[in-house]
């Protein structure tokens, strides 16, 4: 059994945390498994996210089980969190004993702040990599969905935190069960607008029927 656990707090990015727990626990349900995802906030209060949604979190900062696996999103609220003790000490506590710690976007800011990311290599949102290599002792690496560095797993913007979360379940359970989960929740990017023809939707001259 793998226990995932996934901070919240106002502000954080609704897809950050929501993505990766699509991934772990359809990986979960897909094997039959035991194991455990929950979100973890400071209080047992509704917490408002980036866009408005407003969720619930399973446990306080202080009354979760271990963890295997922390998740720290990102989001406009990262910039309050960063002067938090509260979340800060218990990223720094929480990541010593963590199999895996795990950030998406601005979530690396935590994780720098705490520790887990000095003198390691992260990804981050791309319009935030300048400000995070400015604090110094980080390595932003630019080019990568996710950066993988040791038992530090960080990812770049919102929906990358999919890309990480499939990464992980890979080498937990092995690459063809992330090929499955990836398969199941249908993540196979092809978004409009890439290229002149949109994804997925077919040409008029194609569409139309026969006469």
Not at 66 to 79: A, E, K, Q
Not at 166 to 179: C, N, Y
Not at 184 to 198: C, G, K, M, R, S
Request: glycine share 10%; with cysteine.
């Amino acid at each position: 059994m793998t226990s995932y656990g996934l901070l919240v707090f106002d502000g954080a990015e609704e897809l950050d945390f929501v993505g990766p727990w699509e991934v772990f626990t359809t990986s979960r349900n897909m094997r039959g498994d035991a194991d455990l995802t929950v979100l973890v906030a400071e209080q047992l209060e509704p917490v408002r996210c980036a866009k408005g949604l407003r969720v619930m979190s399973d446990h306080t900062l202080s009354s979760h089980p271990p963890l295997d696996v922390v998740l720290v999103p990102g989001g406009m609220g990262t910039r309050r969190e960063v002067n938090n003790p509260a979340v800060i000490d218990w990223i720094r506590a929480v990541s010593s004993t963590a199999a895996w710690t795990t950030s998406v976007c601005t979530g690396a800011l935590l994780l720098h702040e705490a520790g887990p990311a000095r003198g390691r290599r992260v990804a981050t949102h791309y319009g935030f990599e300048d400000a995070l290599e400015a604090r110094g002792d980080v390595t932003v690496v630019r080019d990568a969905r996710y950066v993988v560095d040791g038992n530090l797993v960080t990812s770049q913007g919102v929906s990358a935190g999919i890309d990480m979360a499939l990464w992980l379940v890979g080498a937990l359970h092995g690459r063809d069960h992330a090929r499955q989960v990836r398969r199941y929740i249908q993540y196979d990017p092809a978004p409009p607008y890439l290229a002149d023809e949109p994804a997925g939707v077919l040409p008029a001259t194609l569409a139309a029927s026969p006469a």
